[in-house]
């Protein structure tokens, strides 16, 4: 089953259930399956003039959420290796280990990282910009729909 990934949108627009709840939807992971395979897309710095590749991001391979991590792999091996199953322990690795681009960020609501809430900062000019798991996947399937190759924080509300 592949649905328009503008149907995707609208789904994570329109449900009402929580961030934790969201990464587990079965009817949103059924939709995400076709476009996990994605190529991972850089993440871009929105400040004028500065541009700078922040991260690359890939869907998750079975949850509703999105890994961001530092580099794109090397020829040949996908980002994240989508045969490899605990993958995601990985950027949650970079992401603990402090001063990076990438780091979990607390959420308010209940008190740490989880569910997913990550801050990235920009190595050129140190802008920051946080996002929940339902904003980055929601940046990430408006980059699929408008057939764009970079993820641009601040370019949907
Ligand atoms: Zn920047």
């Not at 794109?72 to 980002?79: D, K």
């Amino acid at each position: 089953m592949t649905v328009n990934v503008n149907h995707v949108i609208r789904y994570l627009r329109e449900s009402e259930r929580g961030e934790a709840e969201l990464i587990d939807d079965a009817e949103l992971n059924l939709m995400l399956d076709p476009y996990r395979k994605t190529y991972p897309l850089p993440y871009k710095c929105s400040r004028e003039r500065c541009n700078t590749t922040i991260a690359y991001w890939a869907l998750h391979s079975t949850g509703a959420r999105i890994e961001p991590g530092p580099e794109r792999r090397q020829t040949g091996l996908v980002f994240p290796d989508l045969e490899w199953e605990q993958r995601f322990e990985e950027p949650i690795d970079w992401a603990m280990n402090g001063d990076g681009v990438i780091s979990l960020e607390t959420n308010p609501e209940v008190g740490s990282g989880w569910p997913l809430r990550w801050r990235f900062t920009c190595p050129r000019c140190n802008s920051q910009y946080v996002h929940t798991n339902k904003e980055m996947l929601r940046l990430f399937l408006h980059t699929l729909y408008a057939r764009r190759e970079k993820i641009r924080p601040g370019t949907i509300r």
